[in-house]
């Protein structure tokens, strides 16, 4: 089965903290996806990367960054947190095989900035 | 750009009741993916069942299945025998094959009564 870890399920952070939040999956996919969820907006594409070293914004990648230094794991970081990133955040990997597309994703991270 | 619409926000099922659950798309791509997602309280985002477009056959999985009609760009889930277990958000989401990068509705609270 398919594994896909984020490093904690909850978490509470001052604003102006910088934040990190990590992603690890264990099937060797090359493609990896950070989202956030926020009710009634559904799941929004921060950033993606398809390959160590290589990432792409999604639709909304404005005040976060990300690293991907190794392939099973992918980093979310907020530079300076602030209370309108209060949210939960997703990380999902897959493979990049035609008719792979099926994403696996991790149990999610619920971050509150105060 | 693929544009993913669930327009109902709630709805409620019987205990061992069907339900079908409504979504269109609009995709100017020949080649891509639908998907049906549920994610119960405990958040743990689950694939539900994977529909190809090329594909005219109706993707089932024992008691999910799905109404693709491509030329209306509709993909409705429906859940037979619906079970206590059912209960929770459902999101609807596509790819295309030009990339893995999903698109999801805004999601669907089903709630199952005893």
């Known amino acids: 089965d398919v594994k896909v870890t984020q490093s904690s399920r909850y978490l509470v952070k001052r604003t102006g903290e910088k934040v990190f939040l990590e992603c690890v999956q264990d099937?060797?996919?090359?493609?990896m996806f950070w989202y956030r969820q926020d009710p009634g907006l559904g799941l929004r594409l921060i950033y993606f990367?398809?390959?160590?070293?290589?990432?792409e914004k999604g639709d909304i990648p404005e005040g976060y960054s990300v690293s991907r230094e190794k392939k099973e794991r992918f980093s979310l970081i907020l530079e300076s947190a602030s209370t309108n990133q209060t949210s939960m955040y997703l990380c999902?990997?897959?493979?990049?095989?035609?008719?792979?597309?099926?994403?696996?994703f991790g149990p999610g991270t619920r971050l509150t900035v105060l | 750009a693929q544009t993913v619409t669930q327009s109902q926000p709630e709805m409620s099922v019987q205990e061992a009741e069907t339900v079908t659950l409504s979504c269109t798309y609009d995709?100017?791509?020949?080649?891509?993916?639908l998907f049906w997602y549920k994610q119960p309280p405990s958040r743990q985002m689950i694939l539900v069942i994977r529909?190809?477009?090329?594909?005219?056959q109706n993707a089932t999985e024992n008691r999910f299945s799905v109404n693709f009609q491509k030329a209306a760009k509709s993909f409705s889930l429906k859940i037979s025998d619906s079970q206590l277990g059912d209960a929770a958000m459902y999101f609807c989401?596509?790819?295309?094959?030009?990339?893995?990068?999903?698109?999801f509705g805004k999601g669907i609270t089903l709630s199952v009564r005893p």
């Open positions: 995709t100017s791509e020949s080649d891509y993916y």
């Open positions: 529909q190809e477009a090329y594909k005219q």
């Open positions: 999902a990997s897959n493979a990049r095989v035609a008719g792979s597309d099926t994403q696996y």
């Open positions: 099937m060797d996919h090359e493609n």
């Open positions: 989401a596509s790819v295309t094959g030009a990339n893995s990068k999903l698109t």
């Open positions: 990367s398809y390959d160590v070293k290589m990432k």
